[in-house]
């Protein structure tokens, strides 16, 4: 009776994985559709059938290239990105090392401070630093989205960062402060190092986060726009949608959050829950 | 030296994010007791409570409260309900090759901006060449305009918003599966419980801090809908997906300029969050201290 028992149940697994590879098929399906629209021409996306076969084209990435507003977009959110990631590294990194190998008064409450943070609603934020920006004069200044975006930056790398540093053993870092480094020479010529790997996740997802960030660069920008603007002002309401050049768009825009899925599928439950 | 090292490398995060979100709160509160519009200069007078009384009896307001409240609570319940099923599919029975692959596709949706996922869905909704509706032609439906049809728009960002978390929902789920020995689920099944009793009396329970937990991290999420109503409907038909954030925006910024009420706005939405994720904590606090 074991035998039978067995292909039954080799049966029931090869079923459960056709379901599963189904679903995964259906979660993959929009972003697999807008890829394909960004190669179909005019023609191929007002046909009333859907294509799925077609003559690939570049058209719409030229298009897309070619609109004014998108190069510059591209631009400024790599710059506004990257200088909120680098401040954010710059500042969260040694506070983190602090919260995982210190002991002080009201850690904790600090702690659970900073992670609050995270769960800001975004309006509080946007309407008061909106009419702040404008009271001093940098409104729509890559400044004030940079500093602005410290809000989002700073505290997810505190986190994940001091959770990295609590899995280095302390015994590494015990014997070079016994050969007497400083605990400044000890972090950064120590903890440092072996944090690289930590380091380099926990700022592509914020870099991720950033790129992706709409409400806060909406409100505080009017020329210096970041990508995820750019595009959505390509969506106007009451006229046609140019699609086949939006599509092109929007994969331009998804680009590092597919890299990112696929490079760093290990470490995303960590990042996410935390 | 070693107070001197560690201030120095403490206190400048600390100040930083605590001027960056003590000021916007206090300059919030502040903005939220005069009646500053930003089209009209020279109208700044103090009226103390005056924006909240008015929020109580502002009909919109009050709309958008309840918009806002269906699409948490729906959108809360229906991402743990799947990503809790699609969890339970692949516990045991997937890996490899095929698990990376799943891993890797159920990651992208979360990752990306919501400005694509609301345009990507848009443009499958669309009503005379949308994908959508030609597979509801197909299995013989009539098509539908479901962004724009009133008793369809909100659940159709619903929707969106399920399809953009369920699948890293079901990844977490799962983390926390396979660190449980698989040992306690064969001797279960050894001893002849059934599918339902083994769920009932032994994963459930075990998974309760994390299905908490994860509530947690998806019930503040919830509230940003500003992304995808903006981009999918602009709060229309009517007000039907008009959420909290979006008319806060409106008034405020976009088309009132009554920067004032909008103040009075988000700091109503800031105590509900408050309050949301100290009770949250509160019960996962509670639930966790009884499981380990």
Not at chain 1, 41 to 68: G, H, M
Not at chain 1, 182 to 194: C, E, G, R, V, W
Not at chain 2, 99 to 122: D, Q
């Amino acid at each position: 009776m074991v035998f039978p028992l067995r292909v039954s149940q080799s049966i029931k697994e090869k079923i459960i994985l056709v379901i599963v590879l189904i679903i995964t098929f259906i979660i993959f399906f929009p972003i697999y559709w807008i890829i394909i629209g960004s190669f179909k021409s005019t023609v191929d996306f007002i046909s009333p059938t859907p294509k799925f076969v077609f003559s690939p084209t570049l058209v719409n990435y030229k298009l897309a290239l070619e609109r004014t507003l998108i190069l510059p977009a591209m631009k400024n959110s790599l710059i506004v990105g990257l200088s909120s990631l680098l401040l954010g590294l710059l500042l969260g990194i040694p506070a983190a090392y602090i919260f995982s190998k210190f002991n002080f008064s009201h850690k904790n409450d600090l702690k659970f401070w900073i992670l609050s943070l995270r769960f800001m609603p975004p309006i509080a934020v946007v309407i008061p630093f909106y009419d702040m920006w404008i009271s001093i004069g940098l409104y729509d200044t890559y400044i004030a989205l940079i500093i602005t975006y410290l809000l989002i930056s700073l505290p997810l790398i505190i986190w994940l960062m001091s959770d990295y540093f609590a899995n280095i053993p302390k015994e590494i870092e015990e014997a070079a402060m016994i050969d007497g480094c400083s605990l400044f020479q000890t972090f950064y010529k120590i903890s440092i190092p072996l944090a690289i790997p930590g380091i380099i996740s926990v700022g592509l997802f914020s870099f991720v986060l950033l790129w992706n960030e709409f409400f806060i660069a909406f409100v505080l920008t009017t020329r210096n726009i970041t990508l995820p603007v750019a595009v959505a002002a390509s969506s106007k309401f009451g006229m046609e949608i140019p699609w086949g050049q939006l599509c092109a768009e929007i994969v331009i825009l998804i680009i590092p959050s597919l890299i990112f899925a696929s490079l760093f599928r290990k470490v995303i439950k960590s990042l996410v829950i935390k | 030296m070693w107070r001197r090292t560690f201030l120095l490398f403490l206190l400048p995060a600390i100040l930083i994010l605590a001027a960056l979100s003590i000021y916007p709160t206090i300059k919030a509160i502040y903005l939220s007791l005069y009646d500053i519009n930003l089209f009209k200069t020279g109208s700044n007078q103090f009226i103390g409570l005056t924006n909240y009384v008015h929020l109580i009896n502002d009909a919109r307001f009050i709309n958008a409260l309840k918009v806002s409240f269906i699409f948490w609570m729906i959108t809360v319940l229906l991402t743990l309900l799947f990503g809790l099923m699609l969890a339970l599919l692949l516990h045991g029975h997937i890996k490899g090759m095929f698990l990376n692959l799943v891993t890797t596709i159920f990651i992208m949706p979360a990752v990306m901006s919501r400005v694509a996922t609301s345009l990507i869905w848009k443009f499958m909704y669309q009503p005379s060449l949308g994908i959508i509706n030609y597979f509801i032609t197909l299995i013989g439906f009539s098509p539908l305009d479901w962004l724009a049809n009133p008793s369809t728009a909100l659940f159709s960002i619903i929707i969106v918003d399920v399809w953009q978390w369920a699948p890293l929902l079901a990844l977490l789920i799962l983390a926390a599966l396979e660190a449980f020995p698989h040992e306690i689920f064969e001797a279960a099944r050894i001893d002849g419980a059934s599918w339902w009793q083994i769920f009932k009396n032994l994963t459930f329970p075990l998974l309760t801090p994390t299905l908490l937990s994860i509530s947690l991290l998806k019930g503040v999420e919830s509230f940003r809908t500003f992304d995808l109503m903006y981009n999918m409907t602009r709060g229309g038909p009517g007000t039907t997906t008009e959420t909290v954030d979006l008319y806060a925006y409106l008034q405020g910024i976009a088309f009132g300029g009554e920067i004032s009420y909008a103040s009075a706005i988000s700091i109503v939405m800031l105590l509900v969050t408050i309050v949301l994720f100290t009770l949250i904590t509160k019960v996962y606090m509670k639930w966790y201290s009884r499981y380990e």
